[in-house]
């Protein structure tokens, strides 16, 4: 066998062992989800139920309660509001700083790239003290305000990268036919930035899906609050924590997590190929 092929094997082969070791806590996620609560403690262990076993009560019992729908529509409606407002704002400042000379434009930016930097965790007691100003504790419009502005400075970075890329003749020409500064955002930078968009949008839905602290601080109403919350709440309920519970719904969380990637990997790929890089 030449150095070639045997360099070649070696690749697959941690390849291989990556995913097993990426997907291994997903599959037993999934395997004890269809187990019943009382197998999880059998000895010797089992990662897999036997066929006899399979079970999907805990499922019918994360279904049939009507508080986890309610958790589950938050999620969709705070995620989706969050990507759609995220989007719509740093877009349009994106296209502000990429195409227009105004005084303090570096500021602007640099401030934008400041706040990357800044642990999240650190801004919640300021964020806490503006949330009961504005009257939106134990609210929805208590985290996606909130969302919105820790995803801006991201997704305008990116988004920025990919306006840079878009050929200034398009918008002289544009400028030419009698378009104004609106047309050329809405019909020049959008479809062109796209790729940026959606993949920048990934990663807003997953922030904003995925957030406890801060959504545990501000929702305390069960009905009010999110997946990651309502998941949380079976640790300490009972004298054993109920993990059938906890993996079913953790797998229908992750339902529309794999719909949002799936429909916009076209875009995420390019996205990662050629966002922030001016041509």
């Known amino acids: 066998m030449s150095k070639r092929k045997i360099s070649q094997l070696v690749i697959y082969i941690l390849l291989i062992a990556g ?3 990426v997907i291994m806590p997903m599959i037993y996620m999934v395997s004890t989800s269809i ?4 197998a999880l403690y059998e000895y010797p262990p089992r990662f ?10 805990n499922y019918a019992y994360i279904l049939g309660q009507k508080k986890f729908i309610n958790n589950f529509g938050n999620s969709i409606l705070v995620s989706t509001l969050t990507v759609g407002l995220s989007a719509i704002v740093s877009s349009a400042l994106a ?54 502005a ?13 306006v840079e890329n878009i ?15 609106l047309v050329v955002f ?12 959606a993949s920048v949008s990934i990663f807003n839905f997953l922030t904003a899906w995925e957030e406890f602290p801060w959504a545990n601080t501000v929702i305390n109403d069960d009905m009010k609050r999110t ?6 709440g079976f640790f300490g309920q009972h004298q054993f924590t109920q993990w059938g519970y906890v993996f079913a719904l953790s797998v229908l969380s992750l339902l529309p997590i794999l719909a949002v990637f799936i429909s916009c990997q076209r875009f995420f790929v390019q996205g990662l190929t050629a966002g922030s890089v001016k041509g």
Not at 167 to 181: H, N, R
């Open 186 to 197: 809405m019909n020049v930078a959008i479809p062109l930035a796209k790729p940026g968009i």
């Open 48 to 57: 897999f139920p036997k066929l006899k076993e399979i079970t999907f009560e």
């Open 227 to 232: 997946l990651p919350i309502a998941i949380s």
């Open 35 to 38: 187990k019943p609560n009382g």
């Open 95 to 148: 296209f502000c700083i990429a195409r227009f000379k105004f005084p303090g434009r570096s500021i602007l930016f640099g401030f934008i790239i400041l706040t990357m930097i800044i642990p999240g965790t650190t801004m919640i007691v300021p964020q806490y003290e503006l949330a009961v100003k504005l009257k939106t504790i134990n609210s929805i419009w208590g985290l996606i305000p909130f969302y919105v």
């Open 19 to 21: 995913l097993m070791i």
């Open 150 to 162: 820790w995803v801006i400075p991201y997704s305008t970075f990116m988004i920025k990268g990919f």
């Open 167 to 181: 050929p200034k003749e398009l918008d002289e020409a544009t400028y030419m036919d009698g378009g104004s500064i």
